[in-house]
């Protein structure tokens, strides 16, 4: 801070006149008071800016946390280029062991001495007062500034010296003298006069109260924001609620959207295995019936396969038909019974029903078995000892040509049929799983929460989905509409909030946590129903 503007007032600049005559000629100890903001520090700055350079000068700005060694340590360096002392010793001791007879003149200014330890005071009058008993005494003068209580009191306390100590009070400006400080002050830090108006500066001299430096404080105050303030613009309630609106459409998307990805990969996983199921195994070399057979399959084998390999050129196995007829389920007709002794004593009856059956069908050949055209015919026995073992235990799984050249000549010539190597019950249809009733939904509490476990396009694969992990009973199923389309969500559970139904996704087996299940909204739920 400059302190050229304050040596022009008169009052300051003959203060500071007085304090250097007082210091050059009459070595006083001298307490400066004045009142917090006076500007006494600003007048120390002005002092010691004017002393003559004979003066050795012994400064110190005091504070709280100082104790009496650390003052003797800051002090006593500056008294000597190489001191040599003991902080625990008194000032007078040491400050005189040092000079070692050698007259100087020396000033002692501590600022704020208010704050230092209260034996500073004492240690420094006993300097002062050893001093006036040299022979030679040194040009000393000691300048303590402190709040105006405080100078007064410790003034009181000081005796036995024939020049008693003085107190030089620092007065507030006046009124002229404020107007042109605040004015030159607020020049140097450029503040605009824009910022500074006839009531703002009439605020700020009341304020002040002829303080310089709370003028400086109000106007540095002003400094930190030159731009005037705005005011304060009124809250944007419309965009607040457009932003609102996308949040929710956002939030709104997401919810019908995740669903979608999650049940599009369980059912791609669903479909996986169906569709990389392996082809049968091609079966070459002419009729299936007759591989593996004995001798005489063989050979009877070598005279079919020519037509086998023009029909089927690729040997491969024929597709099975799903739409054949259905066989009678009861086969009990005493009709016609044939039996073999030669095929470990089984009994095969056949009725008229399936006889008739057989024989409308167009991929089975029309001729009956070899043992039932004899027994229908009754020939002899001999002619069915010519059927070769093959033919009799084929008999009883599906009905051959005829074997003799008199069917050969008049039947057409019927292909070999093929016969999947192992026939699997076919699954049970899943039970078909009922629609939770929408007031059953609409009763939950709205902020509490529900597990989705799936989600599909059809209820034939809820039915299957329920079936598989064992749901039954245990879930609730709702119809809501997707992208336009029917959809169905399965859902289990009911949760206080979400932390719970997280809890309970994590309990899930791993065959459910496969399909991502995810926590959803009783809320949600309801909203949806209406779609």
């Not at 070399?285 to 089927?312: F, H, I, K, R, W």
């Not at 939770?436 to 939950?444: D, E, V």
Request: charged share 20%; glycine share 6%.
């Amino acid at each position: 801070m400059s302190n050229n503007k304050l040596l022009k007032f008169p009052s300051q600049r003959q203060l500071v006149d007085r304090l250097l005559h007082l210091i050059e000629f009459n070595h006083p100890f001298i307490f400066l008071s004045g009142k917090p903001g006076s500007g006494r520090g600003t007048l120390c700055e002005s002092l010691l800016g004017n002393l003559p350079e004979k003066v050795r000068v012994v400064s110190l700005i005091g504070s709280a946390a100082m104790k009496m060694a650390d003052v003797r340590q800051l002090l006593l360096p500056q008294v000597v280029a190489r001191p040599l002392f003991n902080p625990q010793d008194a000032l007078a001791e040491s400050f005189f062991r040092m000079l070692e007879g050698k007259p100087s003149t020396l000033l002692l200014l501590i600022e704020r001495a208010d704050e230092l330890p209260v034996e500073l005071v004492g240690e420094l009058w006993s300097l002062c007062r050893h001093n006036d008993t040299l022979p030679m005494p040194h040009q000393l003068a000691i300048v303590l500034s402190g709040s105006d209580v405080w100078c007064r009191t410790q003034k009181s306390l000081l005796k036995g010296r024939a020049m008693p100590a003085l107190e030089l009070e620092v007065a507030p400006l006046s009124a002229p003298e404020q107007r042109i400080f605040l004015y030159e002050k607020a020049k140097e830090l450029k503040i605009p006069t824009a910022l500074l108006p006839k009531l703002k500066v009439e605020e700020i001299l009341n304020v002040a109260n002829g303080h310089p430096s709370t003028i400086m404080q109000l106007l540095e105050d002003i400094m930190t924001d030159r731009r005037p303030k705005k005011r304060q613009a009124e809250l944007p309630v419309k965009k607040i609620a457009i932003v609102l609106a996308l949040v929710a459409g956002g939030l709104l998307a997401l919810s019908y959207l995740l669903p979608a990805l999650f049940s599009d990969e369980s059912k791609s996983t669903v479909l996986a295995p169906s569709q990389t199921t392996a082809l049968p195994i091609p079966v070459s070399g002419g009729d299936p019936l007759t591989a593996g057979g004995s001798s005489n399959d063989g050979q009877s084998g070598g005279q079919s396969s020519p037509n086998a390999s023009g029909d089927n050129p690729g040997g491969v196995v024929r597709d099975w038909q799903p739409d054949a007829k259905v066989l009678p389920k009861a086969v009990e007709s005493e009709t016609l019974t044939t039996e073999s002794t030669n095929y470990e004593g089984r009994r095969v009856v056949i009725s008229d029903e399936v006889v008739q059956k057989l024989m409308k069908q167009p991929n089975v050949s029309g001729a009956l078995p070899t043992g039932v055209v004899d027994e229908l015919t009754g020939v002899s026995s001999r002619a069915a000892s010519t059927e070769t073992p093959s033919t009799q235990g084929l008999t009883a799984q599906a009905p051959q040509s005829a074997t003799e050249p008199k069917a050969r000549n008049t039947a057409p010539v019927t292909k070999p049929v093929a016969k999947p190597a192992v026939v699997e019950p076919a699954a049970a249809p899943a039970p078909k799983v009922a629609l939770t009733p929408t007031a059953t939904l609409n009763k939950k509490p709205r902020n509490h929460y529900s597990v989705q476990l799936m989600g599909a396009s059809n209820t034939a694969a809820v039915d299957k989905f329920v079936a598989e992990h064992g749901l039954t009973g245990n879930v609730w199923v709702y119809k809501t509409q997707f992208r336009g389309s029917p959809w169905y969500v399965v859902l289990q559970g009911d949760y206080a909030n979400t932390t719970q139904a997280k809890a309970a996704i994590r309990k899930l087996s791993p065959a459910l946590l496969k399909g991502q299940p995810w926590p959803k909204s009783f809320a949600q739920v309801q909203k949806e129903l209406k779609q």
